[in-house]
């Protein structure tokens, strides 16, 4: 079993959807969460990064972290076919050498 | 500025060629990462400086050899590389301390073809 796990999609939708992107993890000293979003033949983008549980909002995009059931979300309101990349999810214990450990990412495709 | 810059964009290489990615950053961060990534393949860490000196090194073959000669700048230097080094090379940079020494700042990347 991987130590976070991320549906690899593809996940279409049309534009002006709501969508819901999750991972789950099973490692309980994971505390800082992050979401980065990959275009193709890109580098990764960081989008969100939250610290322990709560939610986190910014523009249309809302973090979640449940600590207690170990699952994150990333909420995207209005998606637009801009939005259309890879989702990496990304998680890391605060230990030395900041290594994070990533989701096999989701794929999204809004479509207009 | 959350910038992180990396040169070539592009690489074609033989198996017996020497070639070096660059990775810049001027954001004070004293981490600093070179990871690898195939296609459809989340980044596979591969070396971590922090203030300057290795911290990290996944177990990566000899061929790939990291350099950091000063805060602002990384390098990895390639030699006798294989095709299946083929790959996206990613750099990224951290701060030092609090929530956001968690949070990297990836480069675009170096696309790298190995003939």
């Known amino acids: 079993q991987k130590e976070v796990e991320q549906d690899p999609g593809p996940l279409s939708v049309p534009e002006g959807a709501i969508v819901s992107l999750n991972c789950t993890y099973s490692n309980s000293a994971f505390q800082y969460f992050m979401w980065y979003r990959q275009y193709s033949r890109k580098g990764p983008e960081l989008l969100m990064y939250?610290?322990?549980?709560g939610n986190k909002e910014d523009g249309r995009f809302t973090a979640q972290v449940d600590k207690s059931s170990k699952y994150i979300s990333l909420f995207i309101r209005d998606s637009q076919p801009s939005d259309s990349a890879t989702y990496l999810c990304?998680?890391?214990?605060?230990?030395?050498?900041?290594?994070?450990?990533f989701g096999g990412g989701t794929r999204l495709m809004v479509k207009p | 500025d959350t910038e992180v810059t990396q040169t070539p964009k592009h690489l074609v290489m033989g198996m017996t060629n020497k070639k070096s990615l660059k990775c810049e950053q001027h954001m004070g961060h004293r981490a600093m990462y070179w990871y690898k990534q195939k296609a459809k393949k989340p980044p596979e860490l591969m070396f971590v400086?922090?203030?300057?000196?290795?911290?990290i090194n996944e177990s990566v073959p000899s061929r790939f050899s990291p350099e950091c000669p000063n805060s602002s700048l990384l390098n990895l230097h390639l030699h006798a590389l294989q095709p299946e080094d083929s790959a996206l090379y990613l750099c990224?940079?951290?701060?030092?301390?609090?929530?956001?020494?968690?949070?990297?700042?990836f480069g675009p990347g170096t696309r790298l073809l190995v003939l």
């Open positions: 990224a940079s951290s701060h030092p301390g609090g929530i956001a020494e968690e949070t990297q700042y």
């Open positions: 400086y922090s203030y300057e000196k290795l911290s």
């Open positions: 939250t610290y322990s549980s």
């Open positions: 990304a998680m890391s214990a605060g230990n030395a050498g900041n290594m994070l450990t």
